[in-house]
């Protein structure tokens, strides 16, 4: 959130804070704060005063109102590892009826916990066949990848209506032109060796958003897929997106950035759409790293291993829910008008004098809440 409100360069003290919101996305919430809370109990019996507020998933929107003084909407949405671009999504709908005019969008996550790789290795999601060589083992759309590879991060976004970002001038990464989900009901695909895909919901949620744009498929330059390196969500993803584009499939380039981050479940669909915001600001084309033989399985896609350089304005952002059940996507568009952006992901150091955990106190001047999320275990 402190990044996002830096690089957007926005004064809080001079927006109305009753018309700016929160919305955050989530899938498993605090999982690791529950499972030290359940530790710390199983050894002492006891429990700090804060344990209750802390294990709701709705805890990060609070934060991030009470830290920055945001005090119109505030809300959570748990759907899946889709829960970040629905963040997105369900922002931009509060925006468009006049509910606010700007919100703060977080999707994230807590992976990197014990109990919940024991859960997804059980489920057979997870990359094995590269354990020894780590960073070849996401490998989305390439025909020997063999599943998912765990990571853990967050992303935020401003969003603003369009009078708002005008009135103060604002550094426009893209606009949120469309955006449509879709569920499977009892069609929900799970099983890994599942030979008929039902291509229907992802395609729809495709469909639904490029259609609310006012584009066709053709007009697309890119597609942000969700492409996890999983054996069976790739293979449909690739389906679908070689249905929907149709002829188009030839020109319009798709990538996937979880070969390079990995599968951080709400964070990684938040991600997808600050991805999308760089491609359209930098006219670039981020690589499918590990792409050695592309699975032909997955449909004729224009995928590339390295970086291009291409004239994009226009994106589709696609997100698969784990466990077939669920799809969403968002169109962005360029502003007419670009600038170079001062600041971006590439910029970002991670070094003892700037980083973020650290900086946000400094940067907005306010104190910490007396109940930051922070734990003695």
Known sequence: GVLALHDAEIDLDGCDPERFGVFVGTSIGNLDVIVSLNDRLTRSGTLPPHAAFHAFNHSTACVLSSFFNIRGPMHTTSSGCNSGLDAVGQATRMIQAGAVEAMLVVGTDCEV???????????????????????????PFEVGRDGNVIGEGAAAVLLESAEHAARRGARVYARVAGYHVASAGQNRQYSHDQPELDLRPAVRAMAGAVREAGW??????????????????????????????????????????????????????????????????????????????PDPACG???????AEEAPVRRALVHSIGLGGFYYSAAALEAPPQRQVAKTGLQQVRWSEDHNPKFRPAEEFTRPLTPWEPRFDH
């Not at 896609?301 to 390295?306: D, F, G, K, N, V």
């Open 113 to 139: 916990v014990p109990e919940v790789i024991a859960a997804l290795n059980a489920s057979g999601s997870l990359a094995t066949r590269y354990n020894d060589t780590p960073g070849q083992a996401s490998r």
């Open 216 to 293: 066709q498929p053709h007009d697309l330059d890119v597609v942000n897929a969700n492409g996890s390196s999983s054996v069976l969500y790739d293979r449909l993803e690739g389906q679908a997106l070689s249905e929907f584009l149709g002829e188009a499939s030839v020109a319009v380039r798709v990538h996937s950035q979880k070969s390079m981050l990995g599968q951080h479940g709400a964070g990684s669909s938040a991600l997808q759409v600050v991805g999308a915001c760089l491609s359209l600001r930098r006219r670039m084309v981020p690589p499918t790293i590990n792409l050695d033989v």
């Open 300 to 306: 004729p896609l224009r995928l590339s291993a390295t």
